[in-house]
Each structure stands twice: as structure tokens, then as C-alpha cells.
């Protein structure tokens, strides 16, 4: 496996199931994302960890819960989600701390999320 | 106000031919950095090019150049010598402040580029 895998592509469930979400980078990446694009709106930037520390959560719902056991994998379980919760859900790596300027996030191809 | 701008929903262009794809910004940070990905029908996110507040020259990669007007605030995509594959939508992002200190990536609501045959 190459770059940033998520898992998996695609979900349906009801308002009342649990569910997680997959990311796993091999990029040797220090730094992993989680994102929200939903229809129509500008991708949304969920949560961030950092040497598996959360560093940012931007207003996020608790009925979204982030996981990072080390700085290769990333999860996002989710529990009792709403219709508009539906959405496409992509995980990014990045290499932090590596010098001037930023460098470029890595993103895997996304989870398809229904919610019915 | 939005940090991101993308004025043009969608765009077609023929193929060989060049397209520029708009983007302006708003900071007040003056450091910072604007990035443009590309995402096809499949849904991942492509990184294309990145351009630094502080570089003097306009980013260039193969194909993609970065048209930088730092007085503007805009960061303007131009491809050249369009192909098929370009089909799809692109993305201006944004990340602000010191490396290290602001990891969020604010992105514009995106333009779809349509290649015709």
C-alpha cells in the first residue's frame, strides 16, 4: 500500500448504528486530518493530530469521536448520526516541523457516507 | 468574509488549449501559504502546486503555474496545453500563520473544469 488509504469507500447506515472509519498513511507522515465535504459547501476541516495529539477541533459534534493510537492510523467512529451527517469524510497526512513554509497534505480517497 | 474566493463554478476549456482558474484570498497574516489541489469523480484530492508568501518567484510545475499578485491577494492556476484528464474540480486552499502553529487548510468552494474533445 502506497500514500494514504482510507476504509472503508463507502458506508450506509442508520441514525442509530456505530460505525468507524479508517486512515492509514505510509508516508512516514507526522501530522493527520480528517475533513468533511459535504455537498455543495467548501471541505471542512474536522480534526487535526500531531505526533498523535490532538491539536484541533473545529466545533465538531461529539457524535463524531477521533481516534489516533499512533501517528500511522486514524479513526473516526461515529454513533447516532444525523441525514445531513452524509457526506464524503477524507483523511490527509502531512509531514510538521520539517523547516520553512508548509508543506503540501496528502489525502486519501475518501469515505462515501450515507445516513438514512 | 470568506478567506477563500473561487469565483468560476465551472469552466471548459479545448483541449490544447490554456485555462486560468481564479482565485483570490483574504489575510492579514504575512505569512502564509495557498495551495491548489485537483479532485476527479473518484474523490481523492491531488496536490498540484504550492506557493509560499514569501517566495519572489512563481511556483511551476510541469504543466501548472501559479500566477502569484500578492498585492492582488489572488493565486491565480493556469494550465497549459489542457488534456482529458484535466476534467475535474479544483481547489484553492489557504493555510496561514507559522509553520507549525496553524495546521487548518481553508479551502474555496472549488471550480468544476470541463476539457472538451
Known amino acids: 500500500e502506497t500514500g494514504v488509504t482510507q476504509t472503508p469507500r463507502h458506508l450506509v447506515m442508520g441514525m442509530t448504528n456505530k460505525k468507524s472509519l479508517k486512515c492509514e498513511q505510509h508516508?512516514?507522515?507526522?501530522?493527520m486530518y480528517w475533513y468533511k465535504q459535504s455537498a455543495k459547501k467548501p471541505l471542512e476541516l474536522m480534526f487535526v493530530y500531531n505526533f498523535k495529539e490532538q491539536t484541533e477541533n473545529n466545533s465538531v459534534p461529539s457524535r463524531f469521536s477521533p481516534e489516533c493510537p499512533n501517528s500511522s492510523h486514524l479513526f473516526l467512529h461515529l454513533h447516532t448520526l444525523q441525514p445531513e451527517d452524509s457526506a464524503l469524510y477524507l483523511c490527509a497526512s502531512s509531514q510538521e516541523g520539517s523547516g520553512e513554509g508548509y508543506n503540501e497534505q496528502f489525502f486519501g480517497p475518501g469515505t462515501r457516507l450515507t445516513v438514512l | 468574509a470568506q478567506k477563500i474566493t473561487q469565483t468560476q463554478p465551472g469552466m471548459f476549456v479545448q483541449e490544447k488549449e490554456a485555462v486560468t482558474l481564479d482565485c483570490t484570498y483574504d489575510t492579514s497574516d504575512p505569512s502564509y501559504g495557498l495551495f491548489w489541489y485537483k479532485q476527479p469523480s473518484s474523490g481523492e484530492m491531488i496536490f498540484l502546486i504550492y506557493?509560499?508568501?514569501?517566495?519572489?518567484q512563481n511556483a511551476t510545475e510541469g504543466r501548472y503555474s501559479l500566477n502569484f499578485q500578492k498585492a492582488r491577494k489572488s493565486a491565480n492556476l493556469v494550465i497549459s496545453a489542457s488534456q482529458l484528464g484535466d476534467s475535474a474540480m479544483y481547489f484553492c486552499a489557504m493555510r496561514e500563520g507559522s509553520g507549525g502553529s496553524n495546521y487548518k487548510l481553508t479551502f474555496g468552494k472549488g471550480t468544476l473544469l470541463t476539457v472538451n474533445p
Open positions: 506557493q509560499g508568501s514569501y517566495d519572489q
Open positions: 508516508l512516514g507522515h507526522n501530522a
